[in-house]
DNA sequence: TGCCCGACGGGAAACGGTTCCATATTCCAC
DNA sequence: GTGGAATATGGAACCGTTTCCCGTCGGGCA
């Protein structure tokens, strides 16, 4: 296999300047730097990573620990990181983070320990104090894409806001019982995206001067059987039921529609429902949702950390940091006026 | 950052046998040994991977290239890849391969011909000839889950044994009328999944005698909102139609469902519809499907890459190479025998 | 004219491990 | 008692880069 020698001596040069030429740092002659260049294509050159990370210290490689992979929100997420960072030149290591398992240990103290990754991001994932000091200790730079703990930078959505504004937009419709599905831990969680969320649903209730029966709030996985037999539970008794459902994510409102569906409930006349993300599917189901765009919210997070790198060729702006990450109301035919 | 040379001299010994202590290579009194792990342990040494791999030319990462993370079978078998590798120790890197695009050149030039990955899993993709040289060049083995192209150890479900699986399902209610939903391709590549499942289902189709009109095949991308354009295009016409429907995966499935549902026709006893994947959703979807457990693919070709690399202290048995992966027909709701 | 500074290039020292080779001791078999 | 494994350790080379330090060569400026 070439090394680096090989194409110094084709080149007729030292290792030293076939480096300089090759990594264009330090003076080296135009004509000179065409010759190692021509040298090293035809000999098929490749640095070797490991060698110069050796002595740089950077190894063109971001960790990303990621909770799931196969919710949607997530994979989009994912696939907008692992876009921009192609393009940046990195590579991109995945961790996929099970909830506080064992390996979750293992991840942080010994995968992101090494000197494998030049930062870290961590999306939708809650960090524990010592979490975030392994990481600073090693002086790896951590965003944080949502989630909860470090002090380090971090993107986040304005989820009591979201949670508020989907609220708003059904108690403008002239609902008044307004039911609840919540990720799993939103009332013992207030800070996590499920409890944000749940709080601005409360708040919006409550500024309407509603006060939602706890049955009406119930907390489930957040995927779709998560939400068909949350709304089963919700719905599917005889008495009164809610005229409208507010669901903490899209998955969970397609499930909640499939369940009166189920249960032979008029859609929408005799229940709304709004949920959260934008899924690539709720148009397909006609949902009314509030888009939050994950790809971008990806794509941003790399801006930030390749900011913290101090790659200074990258293109977009920073985005306002501090600001919350952008966010939509789409109204579609899953909502509309109450029944009265 | 403490470095080896620390821990050996807090020991007492060499670097050589303190490295040998650490790696567990080589003769080393067993006191020895304990005096090196304490000193290690005492300064929070880790080793540099970056120096390790320099002279030793392994890695300890293998590369992922996988076309999809968001469809469900694609994010499956990333997640059995990942906890796989994680529990043998390796780290995995993500390409997401989006079809030959720019990028997908530079991902097999760049980014996998640096030694950066010991070895590569190519989750359903199509790989070309010169691709598989480029890793062929580097001596770095390849496994391909799915897919076509290159002469490397596939693992590969019989996909045409699987659709005539289905089809057969359905031809035994007595549906004679059976339409296909599937994959983009189809026709015109015969050797990828969707060709194959398209192929069984034409032989089974045949061995009954019947003949399918051109118009009950219809090719779409393979997701929910494909299945459900394609189902309309399908069912939505006045006249008779199909009593059945085989759709390439489950997701497609899903669509159809949903379509058929939107065009008010009663399920399942005016429309039978069989998918494929075993999908998380199947189950509240009554969907009956033939299962190929994805996850559990993505730890089998786990199991062969580590095989290949020669990682001795590998627990489960290869699978009988050659023979396909296990697949499985469960019956559901959604099928059931032809009206008359 | 003399000096300094910028451009350019080479030698050699890192970077942090692993492994080859040599040496030493112990132990057992013949 | 001698030979030869087997065990145990140290010294030094080596992996393939980058970068520090230094020398040379011109050219602009005082």
Chains 1, 2 share one sequence.
């Not at 489930?220 to 809610?242: K, N, S």
């Not at 903490?248 to 429902?273: Q, T």
């Not at 952008?326 to 909502?335: D, G, K």
Request: glycine share 12%; net charge negative; proline share 5%.
């Amino acid at each position: 296999m070439a090394a680096i020698g090989d194409v110094a001596r084709l080149a007729g040069v030292s290792k030293a300047t076939a480096s300089r030429a090759l990594t264009g740092n330090g003076y080296v002659a135009e004509e000179t730097r065409r010759r190692v260049e021509t040298a090293a294509a035809e000999i098929g050159y490749i640095a070797s990573p490991d060698a110069a990370s050796l002595v740089t210290g950077r190894t063109k490689n971001v960790g990303v620990v990621i909770p799931f992979v196969n919710r949607w929100f997530f994979g989009e997420v994912l696939e907008g990181i692992e876009r921009a960072l192609l393009t940046a030149g990195y590579d991109l290591t995945l961790y996929n983070l099970s909830d506080s398992g064992p390996d979750r240990a293992r991840v942080f103290e010994f995968f992101l320990a090494r000197k494998r990754v030049d930062a870290v991001i961590a999306v939708g994932v809650d960090l524990a104090e010592h979490e975030v000091a392994a990481l600073d200790r090693r002086e790896k730079p951590l965003v944080c894409l949502g989630g909860t703990g470090g002090t380090a930078a971090r993107l986040s959505v304005d989820d009591r806001a979201v949670g508020q504004l989907a609220t708003e937009h059904l108690l403008h419709l002239g609902h008044t019982r307004i039911a609840h599905l919540a990720g799993a831990g939103a009332s013992e969680r207030p800070d996590t995206v499920q409890g944000l969320r749940r709080h601005g649903f409360l708040d919006a209730m409550g500024a309407a001067g509603h006060d939602p029966s706890p049955a009406d709030v119930v907390e489930t996985e957040m995927t779709m059987p998560g939400g068909y037999r949350a709304a089963l539970q919700l719905l599917g008794h005889p008495g009164p039921r809610p005229t409208a459902v507010f669901a903490a994510s899209d998955e969970l409102a397609f499930g909640a529609l499939r369940a009166a569906e189920r249960l032979g409930i008029a859609m929408p006349a005799e229940l709304s429902v709004v949920g959260v993300d934008g899924h690539e599917y709720a148009e397909m189901f006609d949902l009314t949702t509030v888009e939050q765009y994950p790809g971008e919210q990806g794509r941003s997070a790399v801006g930030v950390v390749l900011r913290l790198l101090g790659e200074g060729a990258v293109a977009d702006p920073l985005p306002d940091s501090g600001a919350p990450l952008p966010t939509r109301l789409v109204v579609r035919a899953s909502t509309t006026a109450a029944p009265r």
